[in-house]
């Protein structure tokens, strides 16, 4: 079946700004290893019949060094509030396994998934973002900005091709901390927020 889902995104890792595995498979990640996530706020989605509108996900990342590398171990977050079909669907979709790009990236760079937690997702974008993943993550971006208040942007990097991102804007995430007992601890201080519009057939 068919779907599609649309909204807001935003990434950060453990690198400083900015993390240059959005750049070159050729560069080391600042500390030689790389942790990070995504985390995907929808604002509209279809799959499979099921209405996807508002769920929220995260996934979070660990890898020995560039991302693009690969050998990583990932685990998805899914915001308590989805009912049993809504996580069905976002879980397979933010996982890979109905198609779109994550189902060409994931593969390439993740060789252990560890099972999904379900727990409460708190998303705010107003001001400078900030996202709670249950007692694993407290997160917050500061968008980079210049003399004008506009923010500072991004387009071409070679890894938004594979997350099929038109451009993102560049931010702060000092802060940020994340804790899952079966990954690396790690602060964040390079972060990224976008928008995605994704779709697939599984």
Not at 37 to 56: M, P, Q, R
Not at 60 to 72: A, I, L, S, T
Not at 133 to 150: K, Y
């Amino acid at each position: 079946m068919a779907w599609r889902v649309s909204g807001r995104s935003l990434e950060l890792c453990s690198c400083r700004l900015l993390c240059p595995c959005w750049l070159s498979p050729d560069v080391e990640p600042d500390q030689g290893w790389c942790s990070g996530a995504f985390v995907f706020d929808v604002g509209e989605g279809n799959s499979d019949g099921i209405d996807l509108a508002g769920c929220k996900v995260a996934a979070g990342f660990e890898w020995p060094g560039n991302f693009w590398k690969g050998d990583g171990t990932a685990r998805l977050y899914i915001d308590e509030a989805a009912d049993a079909d809504q996580r069905r669907e976002v879980e397979a979709i933010f996982g890979g396994q109905k198609g779109g790009p994550l189902a060409f990236v994931l593969p390439a760079v993740v060789t252990k998934v560890l099972p999904t937690v379900f727990t409460k997702i708190d998303i705010q974008w107003d001001g400078d973002t900030s996202v709670s993943i249950g007692d694993v993550a407290a997160l917050t971006l500061q968008p980079l900005q210049d003399q004008a208040g506009n923010r500072t942007q991004m387009q071409g990097a070679l890894a938004m091709g594979a997350f099929e991102l038109e451009s993102m804007d560049i931010a702060s995430s000092k802060g940020s901390s994340w804790t899952d007992a079966d990954t690396r601890s790690w602060e964040g201080e390079s972060g990224t927020i976008h928008t995605f519009a994704w779709s697939g057939a599984a």
